[in-house]
């Protein structure tokens, strides 16, 4: 049983929100950046990088976060955001130029986390979990949800197509070409319907911000023991998240780029995978898998295909038949001595939702030795693993759709 809750959300009014809402942060190069935030005095990056009205780009830790705390309580008394009166779900419909994405924005519950009600498929960082924790405490807000997946249900999508026919709150399209919808979901019964549904649901799925979920997690139990009034029902107790339906998922693969061969040859490093795979070489041409187990290969100036022999690995469990595992198991460990994929310094990824010529072309500059592709992992092998009990390897799955932060707000 999902627990899932309408919130009074923060945001800007329709007339702003193109140009308060921004991509994440971490997206944006130090140029992009300074041409944001000298351009445009409504963007929430405002808030995010309070150290800009000083000049001093380098302001961190809690500092930084408590200034982003002031810049957010400016934003606030300036109006350019306000807090809705009365709580709400919010339906946001994104489309790209290959997709359309439309779910429901939410308050969704740690006790649900804490009991495997919603569920992860790939592990956290301490280090990160405990800095987000942090800014979370100093700054009282997130603006980012967790995107969260369910299974397709009736009874949701035919409350969001009813508001889908109804005028949006906000409307409008950006530089990327992409355009947002939002919906207020505020009405009694409809809010009904919505909790109702997801009662019915049994797992929810994270498909991305790991890091987030966990750390609203620890920042809760962590309140909570500070609170001797504690009823589980403050707002610390929950955390946003936008909940897509399975079938609007998007999930691509990473590309894995290593910096050496572990002191092999070419030629030794081929005869060590000849092992595990059956090898052809193709020159100049980029192969593309086209199924499962089988694996694209750069290598000093060619492309190889690398067909896993069926003899090669025993299969105990949904995590070991998923190639990214074995790509560990039988290369990156074994052969190339790369042990921890968390904290190993000679791999590095790269999303390959549009440059299928990266894999060569990185290589080609000689910061890469080698450079490996695979299909995407399929939400049936996500779910299929993580409801065994298990976590898949880091950057095994690029999900989309990325969302922008600012449109919605939640204060704790």
């Not at 450079?371 to 993580?386: A, Y």
Request: hydrophobic letters at 35%; glycine letters at 4%.
């Amino acid at each position: 049983m999902a627990i899932v809750k309408p919130f009074k959300a923060v945001r800007s009014n329709r007339d702003k929100v193109a140009l308060v809402s921004s991509k994440s942060y971490e997206i944006y190069t130090p140029e992009m950046l300074n041409s944001k935030l000298a351009f445009n005095p409504y963007t929430f990056l405002h808030v995010i990088n309070p150290g800009y009205k000083y000049h001093k780009q380098d302001i961190s830790g809690e500092l930084r976060f408590k200034l982003v705390h002031n810049r957010y309580l400016e934003f606030k008394e300036d109006e350019i955001f306000t807090q809705d009166e009365s709580p709400a779900f919010y339906i946001y419909q994104k489309t790209t130029a290959t997709n359309v994405f439309c779910g429901i924005i939410s308050a969704t519950s740690v006790d649900d986390y804490n009991n495997n009600v919603i569920k992860k498929h790939e592990g956290t960082l301490k280090e990160r979990e405990l800095l987000f924790e942090n800014y979370l405490k100093n700054t009282g807000f997130n603006a980012e949800p967790v995107l969260l997946t369910y299974p397709d249900n009736d009874v949701i999508a035919t409350v969001i197509k009813k508001y889908k026919q109804q005028r949006a709150e906000y409307e409008f399209s950006t530089t990327d070409k992409d355009s947002h919808l939002l919906w207020v979901v505020d009405d009694e019964e409809d809010i009904h319907k919505i909790v109702a549904a997801f009662k019915e649901i049994d797992t929810l799925y994270i498909a991305d911000g790991h890091h987030r979920s966990t750390s609203s997690c620890l920042l809760a139990n962590n309140l909570a023991k500070e609170n001797p009034n504690h009823t589980g029902e403050e707002d610390y107790n929950f955390f946003m998240s936008y909940l897509l339906p399975e079938s609007e998922l998007s999930v691509y693969e990473f590309n894995r780029f290593i910096k050496d061969l572990n002191g092999l040859t070419p030629n030794e490093f081929l005869i060590e995978l000849d092992t595990f795979f059956r090898i052809e070489n193709r020159g100049q041409e980029l192969y593309k898998p086209k199924e499962k187990h089988h694996f694209c290969m750069y290598l000093n100036n060619e492309f190889y295909t690398l067909s896993l022999r069926k003899s090669a690995i025993d299969f105990t469990d949904a995590l070991s038949k998923l190639d990214s595992q074995i790509l560990y198991t039988t290369v990156l460990k074994p052969i190339l001595g790369i042990k921890d994929l968390r904290n190993a310094s000679k791999i590095v990824y790269s999303q390959n939702k549009s440059d299928s010529l990266e894999l060569k072309t990185k290589v080609d500059t000689g910061a890469f030795k080698v450079s490996f592709g695979m299909l995407p992992t399929t939400i049936n092998e996500l779910k299929e693993i993580v409801n065994a009990g298990l976590l898949m390897p880091p950057k095994t799955t690029y999900i989309e759709p990325k969302l922008r932060s600012a449109l919605t707000i939640y204060e704790f």
